[in-house]
Nanobody, 117 residues
């Protein structure tokens, strides 16, 4: 059974930091492209950051220099380190696992991040 379980969200003040976790199970984690998306109220879901099986990363312009995505193959976990958080970073953050060669596309249930004073 495939599972992606996000955690680490919460309430933080502007300028603060949070680290999100996505624990994966039920598939070959090392073979999947992993990414983080977010969706704010009334807005479309958007890509935040992604990391390939080789460790190549990419980021949305809005988070470059502030967020860092990483993965630990041994722990089947992908992380999103978020620094210098802004109110506009408030959203539900989702973890996604993709392996296009197999047509596989999995999503987690999301974790809420709220940036507010």
């Amino acid at each position: 059974q495939v599972q992606l379980v996000e955690s680490g969200g919460g309430l933080v003040q502007p300028g603060g930091s949070l680290r999100l976790f996505c624990a994966a199970s039920g598939f070959t984690f090392s073979s999947y492209y992993m990414s983080w998306y977010r969706q704010a109220p009334g807005k479309q879901r958007e890509l935040v950051a992604g990391i390939s099986t080789f460790g190549t990363t990419n980021y949305a312009d809005s988070v470059k220099g502030r967020f860092t995505v990483s993965r630990d193959i041994a722990k089947n976990t992908v992380y999103l380190q978020m620094n210098s958080l802004k109110p506009e970073d408030t959203a539900v953050y989702y973890c996604r696992a993709e392996r296009r060669a197999l047509g596989n596309d999995y999503w987690g249930q999301g974790t809420q991040v709220t940036v507010s004073s």
